[in-house]
């Protein structure tokens, strides 16, 4: 089946430690994207990248990183520098040819991190 | 910062009845979309209104579009248990390189009781 594969479903860290979630997608998409949900709330931008190794900051990429060496995967680290990463992290994707808009972006089925 | 607002918060109807949530915006978009997320999984893309449109309708979902009051309305027709979930409108305005950066709401939770 084609779509968008996030792993692990549930992860634990304790204080201090940086974690990766993964975040695979078979729809051969150029972009993807990193959105924080925080309950009750809705989403808010971390990191995108349009291209292979190309990534821009959202709105609230401090304390994350990420990179883009193969175009099906866009993993996330959190890093120690992140204050309060308790929240569902959700990655996404969507074509994008270049000067066109109104593509659907397809999401994962979400990461909830707790930091114990 | 979060460009959409849906109100209500939250909505509670019994089954058969149409709901209606609305969403407001602060700037020119370039499109709109609306989304749906069941508890605890990821969100599923319902619709998108692109801002020269008034008026879209799939199924049992319509929905309208009002740049001039920045405003967007999602209805659902004769609505069944399954309709319950959070509903979030997503805006993406018009600076265009390549990948889309959508900016959404808070949210509606619409819940369909038996």
């Known amino acids: 089946d084609g779509g968008i594969t996030q792993s692990p479903k549930y992860l634990f860290r304790k204080e201090g430690q940086n974690v990766t979630l993964s975040c695979e997608q078979n729809l051969n998409h150029d972009a993807m994207y990193w959105y924080r949900q925080d309950p009750g709330q809705g989403l808010r931008l971390i990191y995108y990248s349009q291209i292979v190794n190309d990534f821009q900051k959202g709105d609230i990429a401090e304390g994350y990183s990420v990179s883009r060496e193969k175009k099906e995967s866009f993993p996330l680290t959190v890093t120690s520098a992140q204050k309060n990463p308790t929240a569902f992290y959700l990655c996404a994707s969507s074509i994008t040819p270049r000067g066109l808009s109104g593509n659907t972006i397809y999401f994962g089925e979400g990461s909830w991190l707790t930091v114990v | 910062s979060q460009q959409g607002e849906e109100d209500p918060q939250a909505l509670s109807i019994q089954e058969g009845e149409n709901a209606t949530m609305n969403c407001s915006y602060k700037?020119?978009?370039?499109?709109l979309q609306w989304y749906r997320q069941n508890s605890g999984r990821g969100l599923v893309h319902l619709i998108l209104i692109r801002s020269n449109e008034r008026e879209k309708h799939s199924g049992r979902l319509r929905v309208t579009l009002d740049t001039s009051k920045k405003s967007s309305s999602l209805l659902i027709t004769a609505s069944r248990a399954a309709d319950t979930a959070s509903y979030f409108c997503?805006?993406?305005?018009?600076?265009?390189?390549?990948?889309?950066?959508?900016?959404f709401g808070q949210g509606t939770r619409l819940t369909i009781n038996p």
């Open positions: 700037t020119s978009i370039n499109n």
């Open positions: 997503a805006t993406v305005s018009p600076v265009i390189q390549g990948a889309q950066k959508l900016v």
